[in-house]
């Protein structure tokens, strides 16, 4: 399963090199509450055709016609906003006080994005500068930049990075209902299993499978902060492996599935393998949110809700909020 940033670009290329109109339209600011945030991006083409979305309804259908009239963007970059009142607000669906600021350009050219798509599908992050008033556009490293998407001094920088990816150690049914959810946020799914019968056994479309000794799989795969690894096989020899990897890497989150008397055991292993406390402390285990899930697609539920929260920086944030709800909870029942 391919990135949304990726479809976008990739429809982008398809309908201009087929000779059709085509524009790019990002979301560059929000205020309040949006439906969709900073970054994303919607590809408009020909006829009405569309890929991504900045708003999920209304604000792409006034586009389409704005766009088709030739009332917006028709010489080059333009930006509008949407929602300034509540009138306006209601008209296009967006939530009380939502307010959206999007750049729209045309894309005449397959130069103008055709880097973009190989930078992406060779997982390497880059920044796409655009000059909203001549229309250039270049490419840089993205670490030169720290904000995924902003405009300053006529500017608009829009950082492509590499798509989110989970390595998912263990294929069972466990897996296949966190493999379902990851892939609808949008991660590239790998599922590592070196016994063969699991392998083997593995089914759920768009991911890829491989029947690999994990240390092996994480140290080829893992090489950027856009990647997460999970460990879900209950068995040590397979998990350990994993683990002893995944938690030197660069893997922006690594979790471990076990009750917290497997956990406290595995914790024991890791330090007796020479595993440093700095890289240790970066596990999470037991895995998951701490919301009571109990059947595999409660827990994979907890596990995305824990995914997107490391994700976002937001972990410390929603563990104290499920902790003061318990604690509230306990006092009324006292």
Known sequence: ?????????????????????????????????????????????????????????????????????????????????????????????????????????????????????????????????????????????????????????????????????????????????????????????????PRPDYAAAWDVPGTEVVAGLPDDVIRARVTDKRSAVITLTHDPRVDDMALIEALESPAFYVGALGSQRTTDKRLERLRELDVPDAAIGRLHAPIGLPIGSHAPMEIAVAIAAELIAARNGALATARAGLLDNATRKAVSAA
């Not at 930078?119 to 000059?131: F, Q, T």
């Not at 892939?183 to 590239?188: G, N, R, S, V, W």
């Open 1 to 193: 399963m391919d990135s949304s940033d990726l479809n976008v670009i990739r429809a982008l290329l398809d309908w201009v090199r087929a000779g059709a109109r085509a524009h790019l339209v990002t979301v560059v600011q929000t205020w309040g509450s949006s439906p969709r945030p900073a970054g994303s991006l919607l590809a408009v083409g020909g006829p009405g055709q569309l890929m991504g979305s900045v708003s999920g309804g209304c604000v792409e259908d006034d586009l389409i016609a704005k766009l088709r009239e030739g009332r917006l963007a028709a010489a080059g970059p333009e930006r509008v906003t949407y929602g300034m009142t509540r009138e306006e607000g209601e008209r296009f669906g967006l939530p009380c006080g939502g307010t959206l600021e999007l750049v729209c350009e045309p894309i005449c050219d397959a130069a103008a994005l055709g880097p973009v798509q190989d930078a992406l599908a060779e997982r390497r992050a880059v920044c796409r500068e655009l000059d909203l008033y001549s229309g250039a556009s270049r490419l840089l490293p993205a670490d030169t930049h720290t904000a995924a998407c902003q405009v300053k001094g006529g500017v608009l920088r829009k950082v492509f990075g590499p798509q989110w990816q989970l390595i998912i150690i263990g294929a069972a049914e466990l897996s296949r209902c966190i493999a379902q959810l990851a892939q609808a946020l949008d991660y590239h799914v790998v599922v590592c299993d």
